[in-house]
C-alpha cells in the first residue's frame, strides 16, 4: 500500500514540479513584487514599499480607461462568443458530412495564432483595407470606415475578430454538451405535444447550465487577460480608446519600468478571474444542492 | 568621456593611409540625447533625421514644389486631391511617428529648442503656448486633409509605407535612412523621390529637422579591455569609418566633406545640421504625446485638452 502511494507521487512529481515553478511561483513572486519597487534589472535593487503601489492606482486615469474597455470587452465578447456559439452547435448537432465540414471550418481559427489573426484582421480593417473595399463597391458606404481609427468602433473591431477566432471553441464546448443530453428526454417532450422552442427551453437550457457556466467563465477569465489580439491591431490607442488591463500591464513594465506597480496590476487581474471562478463554484454547488 | 579616453590610452600603431586620428564634434542635438545630468553614458555611432519623402513624379505631374510652410503645405494637398492623390501617409497607429510630428511641430512652435527637454524633466507645465501651438498645426493640417482619413489606424511600416509606394500619396512622413532600402524595393521602377524638411509654421523661420541617434556604443563600467574597446570607437569616429557608414547610407554623427553618392542619402547628411533633438527620457510623457497626438488625428482631443493630459501625467510621476 505504501509502495504503491509512493509511486503514485512519483507520476505526479514532474506534473508537480512544472506546475510549482511555472505557476505558483510566478504567481507568489509577482504578490511579492507588487509591494515592492523594482525597475526590472539589477535583482539587488528591489525595495519593499509595502502599499505604496497600490496607492498608484486611483489617480491612474488610464489605468481606469483599461477597465473600462476590458470590462466592454469581456461582456461583448461573452455575449457573441456564447450567442454565436451556441447557435452554431445547435444548427451543426446532427452527424453529416456537411456539419463535420462545417464544424472543422468554424473551428480552424481557433488553432491560428493570435498574432496572425490580430495581422490579418489589422490589413482587413485598415482604412483603404478589403473591408472598405467591398462595402464602397456595393454602394453600402460613400466613405470609408475606420474600424481601428474611430473612438467607438476600434473596440468593437477588437471584439469582432476575438469571436471570429474563438467562436469555433465556444461552439465545441456546447457541442459536447449538446452530445451528452439523452435522446430519449427530446422524444419524451415530443410525444407529451412540446415544439421545438419548448424542447429548448425546457430539456436543452437546463442541461446545458452546467456547460454553459464553464464557457461563460473561461471566456470571463480569457477576456480579463486579453493582450495579444490588441496589442497586435491598435497598441491600445488610438489615445487609449482600446487599452486594456493587460496592454497598459505591459507598458508600465516593459516602458516605464515599473515592475512594482505593473505587478499590482497583474494582481488585480488574478483577483478579478478568481472572484469569476469563485462565483462559478458557488453556482454548481448551488446547482449540485 | 571620449577626450578623456583619448589622455589615457596608448595610441595604436599609426596607419599611414588613414589620416590622423581625431575626436569629431558630434552633432549637439546627437550628443543631448545621450547625456543625462551633464554625465554623456553613450556616444553616437549614426544617427538619423527625420524629413517628408516625396515621390518626385506625382509632383512633376501635378505641377507642384517643395512647401515651405504648413500653408503652403494645405495648397498642395488640395492641388493633390484634384490630381487623386492624398497628401503625407503617416502611420499615426504605431505610436512613435505621431510623436515625432508633435515633436518636428514643436520644433518650429519653440524657438529656443529647450523647452521639451524642461517639460521632460518637470520643470515646466506643458500648458504654454509653444506646446498648444504644435498641437494646433497638426489639427490645422488634419482638418485640412493634408493627412489621409483614418491615419490613427495606420501603421507605419505596412499600412503607411504602402500607401507612399503604391503612389496613392505623394509624401511620407516621418522618413529617415532605415526605410531608404524598403522604397527602393517596393516602388515600381521609374519612381524618383527625395525629401524636404517638414514645413515650417511661418515663412520668417528657418527650416529645422528632428533627429536622434540611431546606434550608439558604450562601454561596460567592469569591462576587461576597456581601453581597447574606447580606441575602436576613435577609429569608427574618423572620416574613413565616416565614409563606410556613408555607404551603407548611415549618417555620420558629426559634420563631414564626403559627398554621398545617392542624391537623397546627401540631402539626409546636409539636413542633419539643421536636426533638433526628439528624445523624451520620461517614458510616460512621451506615451502620452504619441496617445494624445492619436487623440488629435481622431477629432476626440483638442490642443487644450492635449497638454493638460501631459500634464496631468506629469502629476502622477515621482521625480
Not at chain 1, 9 to 17: G, T
Not at chain 1, 126 to 153: S, Y
Not at chain 1, 223 to 252: Q, S
Request: charged content about 15%.
Amino acid at each position: 500500500m505504501r509502495t504503491h502511494r509512493f509511486a503514485g507521487y512519483l507520476f505526479i512529481l514532474p506534473a508537480l514540479l512544472f506546475f510549482l515553478a511555472f505557476l505558483v511561483y510566478p504567481l507568489l513572486h509577482t504578490v511579492y513584487l507588487s509591494l515592492t519597487e523594482w525597475a526590472g534589472f539589477d535583482l539587488k535593487k528591489i525595495a519593499f514599499v509595502g502599499f505604496d503601489n497600490f496607492k498608484l492606482i486611483p489617480p491612474d486615469w488610464i489605468f481606469w480607461k483599461a477597465m473600462r474597455n476590458t470590462f466592454y470587452f469581456v461582456v461583448g465578447t461573452t455575449v457573441f462568443l456564447n450567442l454565436f456559439g451556441l447557435g452554431l452547435a445547435l444548427f451543426l448537432n446532427n452527424s453529416t458530412r456537411f456539419t463535420h465540414v462545417v464544424r472543422t471550418l468554424v473551428f480552424i481559427p481557433v488553432l491560428l495564432s493570435p498574432v496572425i489573426v490580430g495581422v490579418m484582421w489589422s490589413r482587413i480593417f485598415d482604412p483603404f483595407g478589403v473591408l472598405n473595399q467591398i462595402l464602397e463597391k456595393l454602394g453600402l458606404i460613400q466613405t470609408p470606415i475606420f474600424w481601428l481609427g474611430a473612438k467607438n468602433m476600434a473596440l468593437v473591431s477588437i471584439i469582432g475578430a476575438t469571436v471570429w477566432q474563438w467562436v469555433g471553441y465556444d461552439m465545441v464546448l456546447y457541442l459536447t454538451g449538446l452530445q451528452q443530453i439523452p435522446e430519449e428526454l427530446y422524444e419524451a417532450a415530443m410525444i407529451d405535444g412540446a415544439n421545438r422552442w419548448q424542447m429548448f427551453r425546457r430539456v436543452t437550457v437546463p442541461l446545458l447550465k452546467g456547460v454553459a457556466t464553464m464557457v461563460i467563465l473561461l471566456n470571463f477569465i480569457g477576456g480579463v487577460r486579453i493582450f495579444d489580439l490588441v496589442y497586435v491591431m491598435t497598441k491600445g490607442g488610438p489615445n487609449h480608446n482600446t487599452e486594456v488591463l493587460a496592454t497598459h500591464l505591459y507598458e508600465v513594465a516593459f516602458w516605464f519600468n515599473k515592475m512594482g506597480y505593473a505587478s499590482v496590476i497583474a494582481v488585480i487581474i488574478l483577483a478579478i478571474s478568481l472572484v469569476f471562478a469563485y462565483l462559478r463554484s458557488r453556482l454548481m454547488s448551488e446547482e449540485k444542492a | 568621456m571620449v577626450a578623456e579616453a583619448a589622455a589615457r590610452i596608448n595610441r595604436p600603431p599609426r596607419d599611414a593611409s588613414r589620416p590622423k586620428l581625431d575626436i569629431p564634434k558630434y552633432f549637439p542635438s546627437a550628443l543631448a540625447d545621450l547625456t543625462f545630468e551633464g554625465n554623456t553614458y553613450s556616444i553616437p555611432l549614426d544617427v538619423n533625421n527625420l524629413t517628408v519623402f516625396y515621390n518626385k513624379n506625382i509632383f512633376k505631374k501635378v505641377g507642384q514644389k517643395i512647401p515651405e510652410t504648413v500653408d503652403d503645405l494645405i495648397s498642395l494637398c488640395k492641388a493633390l486631391k484634384a490630381g487623386g492623390y492624398m497628401g503625407i501617409a503617416h502611420g499615426a497607429k504605431d505610436g512613435w511617428p505621431a510623436g515625432d510630428l508633435y515633436f518636428q511641430m514643436l520644433a518650429y512652435s519653440d524657438g529656443s529648442h529647450t523647452m521639451l527637454r524642461k517639460a521632460d524633466f518637470g520643470k515646466l507645465t506643458w500648458n504654454r503656448p509653444e506646446f498648444i501651438e504644435a498641437a494646433l498645426q497638426i489639427l490645422k493640417m488634419n482638418a485640412n486633409g493634408v493627412f489621409p482619413p483614418g491615419t490613427a489606424a495606420v501603421d507605419y511600416f505596412t499600412g503607411a509605407s504602402q500607401l507612399f509606394t503604391q503612389q496613392k500619396t505623394a509624401m511620407f512622413y516621418p522618413a529617415g535612412s532605415w526605410i531608404v532600402g524598403g522604397f527602393d524595393t517596393n516602388f515600381p521602377e521609374g519612381v524618383e523621390y527625395g525629401l524636404f524638411p517638414f514645413p515650417k509654421i511661418s515663412k520668417v523661420q528657418d527650416s529645422a529637422s528632428t533627429g536622434g541617434v540611431a546606434t550608439n556604443w558604450g562601454v561596460l563600467k567592469k569591462a576587461k579591455n576597456q581601453d581597447l574597446v574606447l580606441a575602436f570607437y576613435r577609429i569608427a569616429a574618423d572620416m574613413k569609418s565616416a565614409q563606410i557608414l556613408i555607404d551603407h547610407s548611415m549618417i555620420p554623427p558629426y559634420a563631414v566633406n564626403i559627398q554621398a553618392k545617392r542624391e537623397i542619402l546627401a540631402d539626409m547628411i546636409k539636413t542633419q545640421a539643421i536636426a533638433q533633438t526628439r528624445f523624451v527620457f520620461t517614458p510616460e510623457l512621451h506615451s502620452q504625446v504619441m496617445s494624445g497626438v492619436q487623440g488629435l488625428f481622431t477629432g476626440e482631443v483638442s490642443a487644450a485638452q492635449f497638454v493638460a493630459a501631459l500634464d496631468r501625467v506629469e502629476k502622477t510621476i515621482k521625480r
